[in-house]
């Protein structure tokens, strides 16, 4: 598959996130996922880790990184880089949506608690 129409792809979601693989696993990706996703104020994804590399360009809104016993404060216009299986989370602290766009190294992304614990992700790889 060469073009991906994205306004049709499935969402999904956890508790406030708005998901979209916008490209991965089922698209024939063994290297490469690309997600999008808006998390709503307030919100913030579980503490999590992968076995590879994340980066996530942050589109809209501000929020803070929580990696290595570090809280690092971004806004709009920033890149997060997340290295392999480094525990982290990523909160929405401001008053609007934060938008963001995810590449990661691998696919599918398994993605587990920071005890190792597989976290099931309700969106297509």
Request: glycine letters at 8%; charged letters at 15%; a negative charge.
């Amino acid at each position: 598959m060469y073009v991906i129409q994205n306004a049709n792809l499935e969402k999904a979601a956890l508790p406030g996130i708005e998901h979209v693989t916008l490209a991965g696993a089922d698209d024939g990706l063994t290297r490469l996922s690309v997600w999008r996703q808006s998390m709503a104020p307030g919100a913030a994804t579980p503490p999590h880790r992968h076995d590879c590399e994340e980066v996530v360009v942050v589109t809209a809104g501000s929020g803070e990184l929580h990696i290595d016993g570090k809280v690092i404060a971004f806004g709009p216009d920033s890149t997060l880089v997340i290295p392999p299986n480094a525990a982290h989370q990523i909160f929405n602290t401001g008053s609007q949506s934060l938008n963001t766009l995810a590449t990661f190294s691998v696919s599918p992304v398994d993605v587990h608690f920071p005890d190792g614990q597989r976290i099931p992700l309700p969106w297509r790889s």
